[in-house]
């Protein structure tokens, strides 16, 4: 485990009466994209919501960038330099574009280079060609897009990438998987919650597959690929 930049550890949290996680244990390194893979109700949103704060842990340790941050409220924890992207999107949809970018810009950590409209315009040309349109006027995968390049805008040390493929059209995914690979590159560690095993595959290291809000399998993708038996018990429908 090189470089943690996240670790969780006995994590637990639940809705009302019903608890959900039982002791969500990973990690994430510098620069590496982990799949949080498994069916519907396994978990997965709910363990990005419990790390980010959304939703109270019960129990547990979330440690980021070496600081324990289970309990902080989520607008700290952002602030600390880990980005969230949920799967409703959540854009301002009566800012255009480049306002929309705006809100979401923090300052780069010493010795990073920040993230512009320019460079993430790169990223997403679909966004520079309409850097002047309401968000309201967009469609799902166009304001996917701009959700991402938002919380890239904060200059995030890590991204939670919640469902980024669902429901979105293949030429929408395959930009998807572009930016997650360019947050690769600049050494943006990426936790992604994903049912698609192809989309897993494009851009992700390795692969942790939920069942009952536990953690039953953990691998390279290659692995996961190669094993059909646990695909059949754990990700098929």
């Known amino acids: 485990m090189a470089d943690p930049v996240l670790q969780v550890a006995g994590l637990r949290a639940g809705y009302g009466l019903a608890e959900v996680l039982f002791g969500v244990e990973l990690h994430l390194s510098r620069g590496e994209v982990a799949a949080l893979m498994g069916r519907n109700g396994a978990g997965k949103s709910t363990t990005l919501k419990a790390i980010m704060g959304l939703l109270p842990p019960r129990g547990g340790s979330v440690r980021f960038a070496g600081e324990e941050i289970a309990g902080w409220a989520p607008f700290r924890i952002a602030r600390r330099g880990l980005g969230y992207v949920p799967e409703d999107r959540r854009v301002f949809t009566e800012l255009t574009v480049a306002e929309n970018l705006e809100v979401g810009r923090r300052p780069a950590p010493p010795g990073h280079p920040a993230w512009t409209p320019e460079r993430l315009f790169e990223v997403f040309p679909n966004l520079a060609e309409m850097r002047h349109r309401r968000a309201a006027a967009m469609s799902g995968g166009e304001q996917q897009m701009l959700t991402i390049a938002r919380t890239l805008m904060g200059n995030p040390e890590a991204v939670l990438l919640d469902e980024p493929s669902e429901g979105l059209a293949p030429v929408i995914v395959e930009l998807m998987a572009e930016a997650v690979l360019r947050m690769k590159q600049e ?29 039953r399998w953990q691998g390279s993708i290659a692995a996961l690929e190669a094993d059909e038996d646990v695909r059949r018990a754990y990700l098929t429908v």
């Open 187 to 215: 050494g943006i560690a990426v936790l992604v919650s994903e049912q698609n095993l192809d989309f897993a595959a494009a851009v992700a290291d390795r692969a942790l597959i939920l069942e009952k809000g536990t953690v």
